[in-house]
């Protein structure tokens, strides 16, 4: 069965590092999302990404956050500077259809020091 | 605002016997609602949905219940087994104009099954 994968599971970084998370989406997916979890809390939307735009974004997502599709599987995240407030579970997600479900990866770990 | 929550942080089950985890959203306007399960260290898992045109859907030992009149959704499970321990979130689906729909999710309920 067709999974959303991502890379690093869990990445350490100090604070104001760059770091850019990866995510490989379904394959015929069109539509990919980042998503966020702050320890013991609630999944939060960050973004998503259609036809190489960002069709929408949160108030988290601002001028430090960015996201590319390098290529035709590639989907990533790039934190400019780490916060501490930055560290969380960061969660892709993609669909085939605008209506459709969302499937998510397993997330990578963000652990800003 | 818009707001998607849940009743019950953590609920406790005996193996064997039926769950219900419940879920209040507030956005009359959302047309499609989804139940996922979240393990430890693991990313959400989809686990059934509904669309506003049905008050009822049934899966494999879960079924999903939307009330529109209260705004209210819950998820069943069947003879709940240890496998169904885990943290279980509604979210709620905006369709975006620009492409794709985003989710809003609730809180998390944390299930217990307990042998």
């Known amino acids: 069965e067709p999974e959303v994968t991502q890379t690093p599971s869990h990445q350490v970084t100090q604070m104001g590092q760059e770091v850019i998370l990866r995510c490989v989406p379904i394959?015929?997916?069109?539509?990919f999302y980042w998503y966020r979890q702050i320890l013991g809390q609630k999944v939060e939307f960050l973004v998503s990404?259609?036809?190489?735009?960002?069709?929408?974004k949160s108030e988290i997502f601002d001028d430090q956050f960015s996201v590319e599709r390098p290529d035709g599987s590639n989907f990533t995240l790039k934190i400019r500077s780490t916060k501490l407030e930055d560290s969380a579970m960061y969660f892709c997600?993609?669909?085939?259809?605008?209506?459709?479900?969302?499937?998510f990866g397993p997330g990578t770990r963000l652990t800003v020091l | 605002g818009e707001s998607v929550g849940l009743h019950l942080p953590t609920l406790s089950v005996q193996e064997g016997d039926n769950s219900i985890i419940n879920c209040a959203y507030s956005?009359?306007?959302?047309?499609?609602f989804i139940w996922y399960k979240q393990e430890s260290g693991k990313g959400p898992q989809f686990i059934i949905d509904?669309?506003?045109?049905?008050d009822k859907r049934q899966g494999q030992r879960v079924t999903v219940l939307l009330n529109k009149t209260v705004k209210h959704l819950s998820l069943q499970i069947a003879a709940t087994q240890p496998g169904d321990s885990a943290v279980y979130f509604c979210?709620?689906?905006?369709?975006?104009?620009?492409?794709?729909?985003?989710?809003?999710f609730g809180t998390g309920t944390q299930l217990k099954v307990e042998l």
């Open positions: 956005n009359s306007a959302s047309d499609y």
């Open positions: 990404f259609y036809n190489n735009e960002i069709s929408e």
């Open positions: 509904i669309r506003s045109n049905m």
């Open positions: 979210a709620e689906s905006y369709i975006l104009t620009g492409g794709g729909n985003k989710l809003t």
């Open positions: 394959s015929n997916h069109l539509y």
């Open positions: 997600a993609s669909t085939g259809g605008m209506t459709d479900t969302q499937y």
